[in-house]
């Protein structure tokens, strides 16, 4: 009984009873304490804020590298350095001790720059690991460095105006941001300035270039340009059936690595010009295939037509050649020996909507598409009217200005089997066509024909291409310069220039090449043809780029 | 009896789960510092590898390369390649047969071709 009471004592107690209810729940509130701390931890761990390495990653911009992955331009972590004067005692010592380590400082505006009350100022936007030690080893108070990121471009010069520059845009102590001025750093900021680039499985951009390519290319250009005594040149070189260009040279070029990121004011500027696809020129007789072209497509004609190629006048102006031709001539010699006479006659068998028509199909009116923005800003230079008289100077290359990469492209579609191409700097995962048909198939191996011929007639102009090794065609093309002190053109001035197709019996690559007032010295007289400057320099670029490009020498080609 | 047991057990768990959590927390907290200094390793042995990538792209400079081929030419013999370098099989195939010709034609590659045209 007893025993009976005391269990409904304990259950029954109306305090007990309130204990055990406050005890479950102080119990219970235990329990979702520590669930509640579990779930805040599991959950935290998602929404981690952003860690280490990405926050220090952040600005750094991607590789850009060639298409076999070497390094073109690359970030790397250097320092600034700035002073804080209130903090130097012996301020004429330390300007001294600043002025050994860094030669190019004006000790006078240090000593001023320390001495006139400011409290802060930049020694050096960037400084070299060995200048940033040399500081540290001063062991001087009021020295201070902040991070910075810095572009640098291990091969110096190499394909400077492809990659392009940066430059620093905003920066305070810790921090700057870099942005592409030109060329590739400037085509693909967006994709180069990614956020978070440690989360880029792929941290480079893979250009179309090749590297030993595009430096054989530069050493023979610019080789050949102090031959010649040119002014510039430039070399671009093109898969015609992607659109992938091998290798772009345009000379003179600048070490973006020296600006830093900053463009000094003393420097000339015509280096960061890009020759092959800034500078539009008139080509001269590079022009005259297209209409040939045009006429075969249309029917007009064959190779074997005869035109007459007796001197005659248009609108008083009369049109000649500097060579004795005879009365009638048949295409296949007017392309061959270069009559301006036969070409202008074709031209205006075409008329003005076939010369249209060609030109538009072959890319001539309007700037190349592709990635570079200079590119895209580069129209070519279309005559106002299109008079009889335009016509035929157009057809052979007077009165039309077009960059060498427009020339390269147009001459690419009329080799690839009449096939549109875009040209890419990117590298390309296949090596299909994939642009439209443009020109029939017959049309295109009649022009490899006729372009095989220029080289390999012994009247040719490009004869002197005729390599033991490739099966190579092409046109020559030399037009004088306007004077731009008196009207008209300059005879001891001009821009020769060729573009050819190699191996031209499968075709794969378009070369076309430019000096900028170049002159043969070397021979018995001095010569300024594209037949003697240009054309040489190209056989020389084809002998030693081929067969780094895999292309098969022809002669041992057939043994396999 | 059974009460006081069960008291106690729930108190024990109590205890014991408190000091599990704790456990789990401490862990974790070691766990994401640890992340950090691998990451804080990781970061650094990247700017390393960046920094090692552009020395060696610096050294393969073409211009280089160019003045080295030419200062151990007498040594390594390397010239530019050249579309003479390219052999058919048939020559392979002659060079088996005669072990003075193969190397007759391995020497005329070696010793026969200068740098310029």
Known sequence: MKSSNKVKLFTEHPRTRSRLILFSLMVLAGFSLISGKIAFLASKENKKNISYTEREEIYSRLNIADRNGNILATSLEGASAYIRPDEIQKKSLVAKRLKGIFPDLNEAILLNKLNDGRKFFWLKSIVSPRQEKALLDLGQPGIYFGKREYRFYPYGKLASHVIGYTKVNEFDVNYAEISGISGVERAFENKLAIKNSSKVKNNSIHLSLDLPVQAEVENVLKEWQKRMGAKAGGVVMMNIHNGEIVALASSPDFNANKERGVLGTDRDSSIYFNRVVQGVYEMGSTFKIFSVAQGLEKDLFTLDSLIDTRAFKINSRTIEDKYKFNSESSIYEIIVRSSNVGSAKLALMVGEKGLKEIFSKLGLLEPVRMELREANTTRPILPKNWHDITLATVSYGYGMSVSLLHLAKAYAILGNGGFNIEPTILKKNHNSQSGSRVLKKTTSDEMLKLLEAVVTDQRGTARILGSKYYRIGGKTGTAEKISIEKKGYQKDKVVANFVGLFPIQEPRFVIAAFLDEPENNLLQEPCRYASCTVVPMVKKLIERTGPLMNVIPDNQALMF | ?117
């Open chain 2, 1 to 117: 009896m059974l009460r006081f047991l069960l008291i106690g057990t729930l108190i024990g768990s109590t205890f014991a789960l408190g000091l599990w959590a704790y456990k789990i927390n401490y862990d974790s907290r070691a766990a994401y510092q640890r992340v950090k200094e691998l990451e804080k390793s990781i970061l650094s042995a990247n700017k390393h590898f960046k920094i090692l990538n552009a020395e060696w792209a610096h050294l393969n400079r073409p211009d280089r390369l160019r003045k080295l081929t030419e200062y151990y030419f007498s040594e390594l013999r390397l010239t530019p390649i050249n579309p003479d370098d390219f052999i058919s099989f048939s020559d392979i195939y002659r060079g088996q047969s005669s072990e003075n010709e193969s190397t007759a034609l391995v020497d005329k590659r070696l010793t026969g071709i200068t740098h310029e045209e």
